[in-house]
């Protein structure tokens, strides 16, 4: 099935570590995004990226990074540097051009312990 | 800061009820969308309307868009049961490229 897979569904990192969300699509995007959702809160742009080997930091890139070696895979590592990383991350991805839609993964809830 | 603000921040109806809420949006756009999301999954796309346009329809979802006001606002008519979710509004920018997302709405419907 065509779609975009996030991985691991929960995640748990201890202070102090860096953390890698996984965010895999296999529909032919060009262009991916990264989210973080607090609870009941609206979502936040972190990174995207429109093409392979490209990508811009979002409204709150501090503490992330990405990269985007191939077409079909968004990592995000989630760095020491964010002070407070417990969240819901949220990956999409939707095709070049302005008016198309953007499909999204299940997400990954990150609990720090 | 998020590009797109929504009211209100919940709403709860009957079953049968019309549910409008609002987005408002600070800087110039390419087009709207709006999503939904259940709790706990990611999000799922409903209706894109370009800024050239005034008013889209899917279903039982009529959405309206008034780039002078810089606002947007969804209905979903005869709601049921569900319905109940959070909805969205996004904004891509002029360039075509960033997807901002609102605050959302949180719509509950009663049986």
């Known amino acids: 099935d065509g779609g975009i897979t996030q991985s691991p569904k929960y995640l748990f990192r201890k202070e102090g570590q860096n953390v890698t969300l996984s965010c895999e699509q296999n529909l032919n995007h060009d262009a991916m995004y990264w989210y973080r959702q607090d609870p009941g809160q609206g979502l936040r742009l972190i990174y995207y990226s429109q093409i392979v080997n490209d990508f811009q930091k979002g409204d709150i890139a501090e503490g992330y990074s990405v990269s985007r070696e191939k077409k079909e895979s968004f990592p995000l590592t989630v760095t020491s540097a964010q002070k407070n990383p417990t969240a819901f991350y949220l990956c999409?991805?939707?095709?070049?051009?302005?008016?198309?839609?953007?499909?999204f993964g299940q997400g990954t809830r990150l609990t720090v312990v | 800061s998020q590009q797109g603000e929504e009211d209100p921040q919940a709403l709860s109806i009957q079953e049968g009820e019309n549910a409008t809420m609002n987005c408002s949006y600070k800087?110039?756009?390419?087009?709207l969308q709006w999503y939904r999301q259940n709790s706990g999954r990611g999000l799922v796309h409903l209706i894109l309307i370009r800024s050239n346009e005034r008013e889209k329809h899917s279903g039982r979802l009529r959405v309206t868009l008034d780039t002078s006001k810089k606002s947007s606002s969804l209905l979903i008519t005869a709601s049921r049961a569900a319905d109940t979710a959070s909805y969205f509004c996004?904004?891509?920018?002029?360039?075509?490229?960033?997807?901002?997302f609102g605050g959302g709405t949180r719509v509950l419907v009663k049986p």
């Open positions: 999409a991805s939707s095709n070049q051009g302005v008016n198309t839609e953007a499909f």
């Open positions: 996004a904004t891509v920018d002029i360039a075509g490229n960033k997807l901002t």
């Open positions: 800087t110039s756009i390419n087009n």
